[in-house]
């Protein structure tokens, strides 16, 4: 199962991110889609993530700045956020959720905010 990602990068602070996902069909067709992000030395922790009804879950840091969507055409889910500050900086993960618990990961992506 492979998940890959996309975008990433430097961002200044108040800059913009995009982050893209994609999987199988077979695989996104059924799950929950999720990026999460973790920093050197803390746990991993959930941005957003919507599920087959498209509705959005998002963590409260987040809130109002970032938006998560899914192309099921595509088999890819967007992480997409803008004023971005230095506390968001870190390796952002896709993930997808099966209905019976399974997860499955991408290989990261690291986002640094800096000027």
């Known amino acids: 199962v492979e998940l890959v990602e996309s975008g990433g990068g430097l961002v200044q602070p108040g800059g913009s991110l995009s982050l893209s996902c994609t999987t199988s069909?077979?695989?996104?067709?059924?799950?929950?889609m999720g990026w999460y992000r973790q920093t050197p030395g803390k746990q991993r922790e959930l941005v957003a993530d919507i599920g087959l009804d498209s509705i959005p879950n998002l963590a409260d840091s987040v809130k109002g700045r970032f938006t998560i969507s899914r192309d099921d055409e595509k088999n890819t889910v967007y992480l997409r956020g803008n004023s971005l500050k230095s506390e968001d900086t870190a390796e952002y993960y896709c993930s997808a959720t099966t209905p019976w618990g399974l997860t499955y990961w991408g290989q990261g992506t690291l986002v640094t905010v800096s000027s």
């Open positions: 069909r077979s695989l996104f067709g059924q799950s929950t």
